[in-house]
């Protein structure tokens, strides 16, 4: 069934009827700018990614890539807000540097972009110096292999334990001396 709009006696628009409290919005009608915002158009915010840069739009991509990825939209426009603000260089660079960390976070581009450091080089990981640090242990300390005794069993790394329990000499028949 269709719903015909009509201004002045003129036909308008003709739209699918829709359920109570649903709706539905023709692409066609909403201004060529602000379509892809509507209509939660991914694709779209992608392709403006990546006409600032590769790694921008990869990194668009990998905002994307989750299971509900409208709700990433808006960090997805926030990143076109940097390249708006700060450029496209200086995006490229500092995407590049969060994708080969595996960083994905707009804000730590941003704070990126701010401190003017997308172009330090990445630091890997220090290693710890030569000898022993002052809390380390002994690798033995974290060996999953137990000592089990079981009962009426003597363990042969214990002497004088039976059973699980200490036996002493001076005790005979069950009765203290």
């Not at 989750?66 to 603000?85: C, H, I, K």
């Not at 022993?132 to 300390?141: I, L, Q, V």
């Amino acid at each position: 069934m269709l719903v015909k709009l009509f201004h002045h006696g003129r036909l308008v628009k003709v739209h699918p009827r829709q359920r109570p409290g649903g709706r539905w919005t023709d692409p066609a009608d909403l201004p060529s700018q602000t379509s892809g915002y509507a209509m939660r158009d991914l694709d779209s915010l992608v392709r403006a990614a990546r006409r600032h840069g590769h790694h921008v739009g990869i990194y668009a991509e990998r905002l994307l890539r989750v299971d509900l990825p409208w709700t990433r939209m808006r960090q997805a426009y926030r990143l076109l807000g940097l390249v708006r603000r700060y450029g496209p260089g200086p995006v490229e660079t500092a995407c590049a540097k969060a994708l080969e960390v595996d960083v994905v976070s707009v804000s730590k581009i941003a704070s990126m972009l701010e401190k003017a450091i997308e172009t330090t080089p990445t630091l890997s990981p220090r290693q710890a110096a030569g000898g022993p640090t002052r809390f380390a242990r002994d690798p033995s300390e974290f060996s999953n292999r137990r000592l089990i005794v079981l009962r009426g069993g003597q363990d042969p790394d214990l002497p004088g334990v039976a059973g699980g329990c200490e036996h002493d000499s001076s005790e005979q028949d069950g009765e203290p001396q």
